[in-house]
């Protein structure tokens, strides 16, 4: 030690570094290949990261790589997000990841997670932009693949739930590169076009290079400019993509977005029963006030011995009392009238009526519903559905039909 240098601890110098090193390197991602990996008892993982010029140690403890998708390995290259860190005891700096990702899939999170933050902070996910749904929606368009389960299962939960509801079906691609694009024109179409007053639009479950479409700026941006409301229904309840932040209501599955678009019969029913009963209990409490004032105004008058009075404010007793009868039975019969009509439609949409007018519904073995001869092979055995039964078949040969071309 020579001149005026003066010697500092180890532990101060260490404690120097630690402060440089995290204080200029926040969060960040590195890419690299898992080297020398430990999954420690104590549920803490250790290993190290490195590429053809360097390596670093690395940590991640088990609050975080509970959540991990995969299982990390030795010689998998990877993407780590997470902080510099500095081990006082050793002398070492080391990565604490916070997250970590094969790095194939790595940058697909890391376009989402930056799309993701710039929306964010353009407003597109605020509550304030987030529409009202309809609480009993006529037309309801659906934006999906035609022969996925998705449309399967949001068809027959809206079918047993809501069968007043028409629906509009606008087939569209789901996954690939053109899926996006055609996404975008779906929605513009179904609402520029007015029908709808609710479109739900999503897809069965996927990985995240499957439900990518969803995960894109312009169908993010056609979503938040469209003026009818939308329910997002992509994927699985784990699954969230941009389109799910961006929707009016995000569903966690197809089937689930049916149930949330529409109020089923049974519920219908219950509510026009209940408003039934509190306009009847609305209309015997004003009778009732209006009974009791006109006693004591009467009892009030009779011992002044106004006779005139009396027999005028009887009057108008009688009248009112008339009048109001009057507007109840008007209520209670628009009341039962409309009843009337939604029952009316109701049997109008029952397949049975349909059956009651002669036509048969072909079924295959399977039950699946027959459309075309060609479905079926000569001599092969189906079912007619009848009105009042079913009958065996068998398919003898085809009968050419000649159609009108649209």
């Known amino acids: 030690m020579t001149g005026n240098n003066t010697a500092i601890s180890v532990g101060d110098l260490t404690r120097q570094i630690k402060e440089i090193l995290e204080g200029s390197f926040s969060q960040l991602w590195v890419e690299g290949e898992i080297s020398n990996f430990i999954h420690h008892s104590s549920g803490h993982m250790y290993f190290t990261l490195k590429d053809d010029e360097a390596e670093i140690r690395c940590a991640m403890?088990?609050?975080?790589?509970?959540?991990?998708?995969?299982?990390?390995e030795n010689g998998m290259k990877v993407l780590l997000s997470g902080r510099i860190s500095v081990y006082a005891p050793r002398g070492q700096y080391q990565l604490i990841s916070t997250r970590l990702e094969p790095a194939g899939l790595g940058t697909l999170f890391l376009a989402f997670e930056a799309l993701k933050k710039?929306?964010?902070?353009?407003?597109?996910?605020?509550?304030?932009?987030?529409?009202?749904?309809?609480?009993?929606?006529?037309?309801i368009g659906l934006i999906t693949s035609k022969t996925?389960?998705?449309?399967k299962d949001m068809i027959n939960v809206l079918g047993r739930r809501a069968p007043y509801v028409k629906l509009i079906l606008r087939p569209t691609l789901v996954q690939g590169d053109e899926a996006a694009a055609d996404i975008v024109n779906a929605i513009q179409e179904m609402d520029t076009s007015c029908?709808?007053?609710?479109?739900?639009?999503?897809?069965?479950?996927?990985?995240?290079?499957?439900?990518?479409?969803?995960?894109?700026?312009?169908?993010?941006?056609?979503?938040?400019?469209?003026?009818?409301?939308?329910?997002?229904?992509?994927?699985?309840?784990?699954?969230?993509?941009?389109?799910d932040l961006v929707a009016d209501?995000?569903?966690?599955?197809?089937?689930?977005a049916a149930e949330l678009a529409v109020p089923s019969i049974d519920e219908l029913v219950q509510f026009l029963q209940t408003v039934d009963e509190k306009m009847r209990a609305l209309?015997?409490?004003?009778?009732?006030?209006?009974?009791?004032?006109?006693?004591?105004?009467?009892?009030?008058?009779?011992?002044?011995?106004?006779?005139?009075?009396?027999?005028?404010?009887?009057?108008?007793?009688?009248?009112?009392?008339?009048?109001?009868k009057q507007s109840i039975l008007m209520k209670l019969q628009s009341r039962f009238g409309q009843l009337e009509t939604l029952q009316a439609?109701?049997?109008?949409?029952?397949?049975?009526?349909?059956?009651?007018?002669?036509?048969?519904?072909?079924?295959?073995?399977?039950?699946?519903?027959?459309?075309?001869?060609?479905?079926?092979?000569?001599?092969?055995?189906?079912?007619?559905?009848?009105?009042?039964?079913?009958?065996?078949?068998?398919?003898?040969?085809?009968?050419?039909?000649?159609?009108?071309?649209v």
């Not at 996925?148 to 449309?151: K, L």
């Open 118 to 139: 710039r929306l964010s902070a353009e407003g597109l996910f605020d509550d304030e932009f987030k529409k009202p749904l309809p609480k009993i929606p006529e037309t």
């Open 61 to 72: 403890f088990k609050g975080n790589n509970q959540y991990l998708r995969f299982k990390p």
């Open 195 to 243: 029908e709808p007053d609710l479109i739900i639009f999503g897809r069965g479950g996927g990985s995240l290079e499957d439900l990518w479409p969803f995960n894109e700026e312009k169908v993010a941006r056609a979503i938040f400019d469209c003026q009818t409301p939308t329910i997002s229904a992509v994927g699985h309840e784990t699954d969230t993509t941009i389109a």
């Open 283 to 324: 209309l015997v409490r004003k009778l009732e006030y209006y009974w009791q004032k006109m006693d004591h105004i009467q009892d009030r008058f009779t011992l002044q011995r106004p006779d005139a009075f009396i027999n005028r404010m009887t009057d108008l007793n009688t009248h009112l009392s008339s009048a109001l």
């Open 249 to 256: 209501l995000r569903a966690p599955t197809p089937s689930a």
């Open 345 to 405: 439609e109701l049997a109008v949409l029952n397949p049975k009526s349909i059956l009651d007018r002669g036509y048969a519904i072909a079924t295959a073995d399977s039950g699946k519903i027959i459309h075309s001869p060609n479905e079926l092979k000569t001599g092969e055995l189906f079912r007619l559905q009848l009105a009042k039964g079913i009958i065996s078949a068998r398919k003898e040969k085809n009968t050419d039909t000649h159609q009108k071309k």
């Open 148 to 151: 996925g389960a998705a449309v």
